[in-house]
């Protein structure tokens, strides 16, 4: 079966009402002076069913492409569990930072609660952070000898 008239510099739409189906029969007739024989038909498309493939196609590339972003960025990370950890947390820490800067200048009771539980989590991150970074430091120590 042959698909004809699906060019790649147009539209799909333009694909789609340009296509044209071929069906080529591989039986050879019963008379063997006569050539091989071959049936043509052409297939029409509704515009319900161009729009539906269009979708049904737009929708399947799509997928694709977002599969195969997500394969590359998936190998492009080869970072250790405790590299990405590190990354974490300073992102963690990075974030309660920027709550505890707009908090400053108020002085309710409220907002010095928060700011005294926002001390806490910065302070059990850093030490989360720091020991993280000290095994980090013997595996490479380790691998370079």
Do not use: F, Y
């Not at 196609?57 to 080869?78: F, I, P, R, W, Y």
Request: proline share 1%; net charge negative.
């Amino acid at each position: 079966m042959n698909v004809s008239g699906l060019g790649s510099t147009t539209s799909i739409t333009d694909n789609l009402q340009k296509a044209q189906v071929r069906l080529t029969s591989g039986i050879n007739p019963l008379d063997s002076s006569s050539s091989q024989v071959t049936l043509s038909d052409t297939v029409s498309i509704s515009d319900e069913g161009k729009n539906k493939l269009s979708t049904e196609l737009g929708a399947t590339m799509h997928k694709n492409a977002t599969s195969t972003e997500t394969q590359q960025s998936e190998q492009a990370d080869t970072r250790t569990e405790n590299e990405k950890m590190i990354d974490k947390l300073k992102e963690e820490i990075k974030e309660l930072q920027e709550q505890r800067r707009d908090l400053v200048g108020d002085n309710s009771p409220q907002t010095q609660d928060q700011l005294k539980m926002i001390d806490n989590k910065i302070m059990i991150l850093n030490t989360q952070l720091m020991s993280l970074l000290k095994t980090q430091e013997e595996a490479d120590t380790a691998s370079s000898s």
